[in-house]
């Protein structure tokens, strides 16, 4: 099974820049669409933004022109470009990926632990 690993959570100043990154580990048939979510404090967990294998990508509105989202293939790694960052950004963002597992060929959602995004003066 393919495991997920965040990275590059922390705290940041309103208005300032953090790139997330999750790499993907262990073995599938394979991986198709990826995202990024986020729950806050007492908040249901949100699609922030998501890319298919292709490359297509989509965003929550309130992140749209702020947040990118990107894949690189050979690295097994999906990244989330955060820039004018607010404290409503507040949360932990989660990664997610899509996956064939090799087994019996079939679906399987598969989640990171959760990094960890503060965004506060």
């Known amino acids: 099974q393919v495991q997920l690993a965040e990275s590059g959570g922390g705290l940041v100043q309103p208005g300032g820049s953090l790139r997330l990154s999750c790499a993907a580990s262990?073995?599938?048939?394979?991986?198709?669409?990826m995202g990024w979510y986020r729950q806050a404090p007492g908040k249901e967990r949100e699609l922030v933004a998501g890319?298919?294998?292709?490359?297509?990508?989509k965003y929550a509105d309130s992140v749209k022109d702020r947040f990118t989202i990107s894949r690189n293939n050979i690295k097994h790694t999906v990244y989330l470009q955060m820039s004018s960052l607010k404290p409503e950004d507040t949360a932990v963002y989660y990664c997610?990926?899509?996956?064939?597992?090799?087994?019996?060929?079939?679906?399987?959602?598969?989640w990171g632990q959760g990094t960890l995004v503060t965004v506060s003066s």
């Open positions: 997610k990926a899509d996956t064939i597992t090799i087994r019996n060929y079939s679906n399987l959602e598969v």
């Open positions: 262990g073995i599938a048939f394979k991986i198709n669409d």
């Open positions: 890319i298919t294998s292709d490359g297509s990508t």
